[in-house]
């Protein structure tokens, strides 16, 4: 089955597996206006009601593996989703089900990888399950960052310059599989996001400002060879908030591999509070092609 | 002059630029037991009286370059040595001094690199200026942490693989002149340091530790290339007991390239809280010679 002019489904019903935020319902929306069914499993403490309340679901716990496959395949869901936050869980907060064991023998010491070695692990287990893993943004194309200038305020030649400095700290660490974020001020290096998110990234980089200079700049890319499909750099109004009320004065992230909640709002947000927001092309840095 | 069979100095007496911290009075205690004299420049808000008070000494703000180099060389230093923590002031508390001013035109763009460009450049121009820089370790030879394990605790196979792990992370971050340090646990970075110092990553990698596994290992490394003259990663039993406080479970340092504040105190302390404490070669992790 193909959705619209979007992506092509093995089955009649997507099966999105949501963590927080709107996105999940975004997708959904998408989804079922295209002529095809969800169903969306939300993962419990993660998931948030007023999104996904409105479309058929079921919350299960992110451990539950054996409930969510045959929750899955109950309602015929050969395609899958993931998208949305979660926080890794703690081991003692797990209490995988029986599947969930067996499962997390298969995945093996990559628990204990980076997120995005993780995430693989997860995908490979569900394709060997049978299902076909999407990523967000077949779905969510008016979602995506695009390359160049999104709002008014333009990036200087000094914030380019920090743009293409954190470009290559995003891929050293990325390269390592420790985050996709950080914050550089004019040549300095504030803050390297590892396990902590972009949100105490962000504070932190705040608080070791350099007073007297123009303010950073926050840079976020996908680690290099990242699968598309799970884990999309996001940012939302709130994102862009934040980086304003700690100094910064840009924002710059993948374009065609960011997830933007509400593009309008994020680029009112930025205008409204002096910020650029700019999409760069992976390795071309300072050179939008807009 | 030649102090002891210890480093050669050009002249009679060692200006020494102290920051925090106890190592300014142990250089001055060696090197005036070897029959040298010391005249130690306090930078202001950062060097600590009951260190610096028992020898010849005058405090002056870190920007006051012009009365630091008129001092040193009224006491006719032309040998020096820079020791202990400063942090990186904002430019509105430096208030330069006119040679300040022009010092720093002559850093230049450095002032706004890592804390490595930042002090190489100034090394340079004390060096331009006549001086002689030498490196805290040549008069500290009883301080630099040595190679393989310093206490009871004997790292595991796990610890040894985070170890190396560790190394991979600080060289790349070390390498775009970020940081010195990372916290790894089981594979997994919890995080990486940059402007923000180790006191305030450990505290994040307590908090974003993963429970139910061994650990996390602190590794803090030189950075590739970098100057053994200045900013050489330090371990004290804080340091210890921090890391302990946290949830680590060891501390893997350079060998031959770390300062331990008071070694005794610092085994004393890993072995009381259970840690293990090992100097590793560089690129050979794992593989202690001794």
């Known amino acids: 089955m193909v959705v619209g002019g979007g992506p092509r489904l093995a089955g009649s019903c997507l099966g999105i597996l949501a963590g927080g935020g709107p996105l999940p319902g975004q997708i959904a929306r998408t989804v079922e206006g295209l002529g095809c069914r969800v169903f969306i499993v939300g993962f419990q403490d993660f998931a948030e009601p007023r999104v996904i309340e409105p479309w058929p679901h079921r919350y299960i716990r992110l451990a539950a593996a054996g ?17 949305g936050p979660v926080r890794r869980p703690s081991f003692s907060d797990l209490r995988p089900d029986a599947a969930g064991v067996r499962i997390m023998g298969r995945i093996g010491r990559a628990l204990f990888s980076g ?27 008016g979602s995506v960052g695009r390359s160049g200038v999104l709002g008014r305020i333009q990036p ?80 939302g109004s709130d994102t862009v908030r934040r980086a304003a009320e700690v100094g910064l004065r840009g ?3 993948q374009a065609g591999a960011t997830l933007m ?10 205008d ?10 992976e390795g071309a840095a300072g050179m939008p092609t807009t």
Chains 1, 2 share one sequence.
């Open 251 to 253: 924002i710059a992230f």
């Open 67 to 83: 409930e969510i496959l045959s929750c899955l395949r109950a309602e015929g869901c050969r395609d899958l989703v993931l998208i």
């Open 156 to 235: 200087d030649l000094r914030a380019l310059a920090d743009i293409r400095r954190g470009q290559d700290v995003v891929e050293a660490i990325g390269r390592l599989d420790i985050g996709q974020g950080c914050v550089v001020q004019d040549g300095l290096v504030l803050a390297v996001e590892a396990m902590e998110g972009t949100d105490r990234m962000l504070l932190r980089a705040g608080e070791c400002r350099q007073p007297g200079r123009p303010g950073g700049v926050l840079v976020k890319m996908l680690k290099p060879g990242q699968d598309f499909r799970a884990d999309l750099p996001t940012i």
């Open 272 to 281: 409204e509070a002096g910020l650029f927001l700019m999409g760069i092309d």
């Open 261 to 270: 909640i509400d593009s309008a709002a994020c680029i009112a947000a930025a």
């Open 115 to 141: 997120d995005d070695g993780l995430l693989a692990a997860i995908m490979r287990v569900l394709t060997e399950e049978g299902f076909v893993i999407h990523g967000a943004h077949e779905f969510l194309s």
